[in-house]
């Protein structure tokens, strides 16, 4: 079965430079959410799409952005890059309103 | 302020025994909760689920218990494999096609 695709698997950017992270969602399903990991931590929900718009909007820096296009993938945008921006970044797809959130293998984005 | 609560960072059990793992939680509104497991370097993967109109949900070897009263999940294994060895992470939403909350995890170890 189809799952969740996330690119790149792994980014090393520099401070001050930007990044973009791509989602391709499981076929049908109509939701998708992004999330951070930091080292230790758990999973911090950032934005959410239903249906090409924005649904939920939890701790997204504003230097970040996202959208989800009219093939349902979804990009997060980030610029102005911080050491602190370093982490794991999921997205999750799922069919609403009650569907199970799947889950992507992530990008790992590492800032130096 | 954390939502979800795994007051266990680890638990080690000898293969063939019973895991279980804890969860609490505090948002009442809460009506829906989910168990991940996650190894390194990949993204969660649904484990099992349970929704608040139940008390108990059983998938082979998996059975999550709620109790709302007491705002308390729980998750057993049984029996344990060392293939089971992860990350375990209790997450819960609200109604609607809302995003998940997770708690910070609980590394299981099964020692053969």
Request: aromatic letters at 12%.
């Amino acid at each position: 079965a189809a799952g969740v695709i996330q690119s790149p698997r792994h980014l090393i950017k520099e401070k001050r430079e930007t990044a973009t992270l791509k989602c391709y969602p499981i076929p049908r399903h109509d939701t998708v959410y992004w999330y951070q990991q930091g080292p230790g931590q758990d999973p911090q929900f950032l934005i959410s799409f239903y249906e090409k718009m924005q649904s939920d909007k939890g701790s997204i820096p504003d230097r970040f952005s996202a959208q989800q296009f009219s093939d349902y993938h979804s990009e997060l945008n980030m610029s102005s890059l911080e050491l602190g921006d370093s982490a794991l970044y999921f997205c999750a797809s799922r069919l609403s309103p009650r569907g199970i959130q799947y889950f992507g293998a992530g990008t790992r984005l590492s800032v130096l | 302020d954390q939502q979800v609560k795994q007051n266990s960072p680890s638990l080690s059990v000898q293969e063939g025994r019973i895991s279980i793992l804890n969860c609490d939680y505090t948002n009442s509104m809460f009506d829906y909760f989910l168990w991940y497991k996650k190894y390194p370097a990949e993204g969660p993967t649904f484990l099992i689920s349970i929704s608040s109109i139940k008390d108990k949900n059983e998938d082979g070897r998996f059975t999550v218990f709620l109790n709302k009263s007491a705002k308390h999940l729980s998750l057993h294994i049984v029996p344990s494999q060392p293939g089971d060895s992860a990350v375990y992470f209790c997450a819960a939403s609200e109604a609607g096609n809302t995003p998940l909350v997770f708690g910070k995890g609980t590394r299981l170890s099964v020692i053969a």
